[in-house]
């Protein structure tokens, strides 16, 4: 079992730059690999970003790709995302998640067995 906190969303103006956290307690962090995903109102629930359990392979969403990055310090159990140059668009609330196959970047929800409560990214134009 690991349980998920995400911190540091928030509200930037369109151009600007958020990171958010994600820290996991419970079993050894590096036997999972981590995700990223969002939900706007009104929408179904999608991938942003992937990384495998050390950090090898990344894998993103189109419309966040050369924007955004995700990274993970083991040591310090927590995954990150990088958000640079935001839209108006991807105001949504963010939650990180997590599967037991670490070698693999997915991009399906319905791979991820843990999820955290999400936090709230809104972006004004």
């Known amino acids: 079992q690991v349980q998920l906190v995400e911190s540091g969303g928030g509200l930037v103006q369109a151009g600007g730059s958020l990171r958010l956290s994600c820290t996991a307690s419970?079993?050894?962090?590096?036997?999972?690999?981590m995700g990223w995903f969002r939900q706007a109102p009104g929408k179904e629930r999608e991938f942003v970003a992937a990384?495998?359990?050390?950090?090898?392979?990344?894998y993103y969403a189109d419309s966040v790709k050369g924007r955004f990055t995700i990274s993970r310090d083991n040591a310090k159990n927590t995954v990150f995302l990088q958000m640079n140059s935001l839209k108006p668009e991807d105001t949504a609330v963010y939650y990180c998640?997590?599967?037991?196959?670490?070698?693999?970047?997915?991009?399906?929800?319905?791979?991820?067995?843990?999820w955290g409560q999400g936090t709230q990214v809104t972006v004004s134009s």
């Open positions: 998640a997590a599967h037991t196959k670490p070698w693999a970047v997915l991009r399906n929800i319905n791979d991820y067995g843990y």
């Open positions: 419970g079993r050894t962090f590096s036997s999972y690999a």
């Open positions: 990384i495998d359990w050390n950090g090898a392979n990344t």
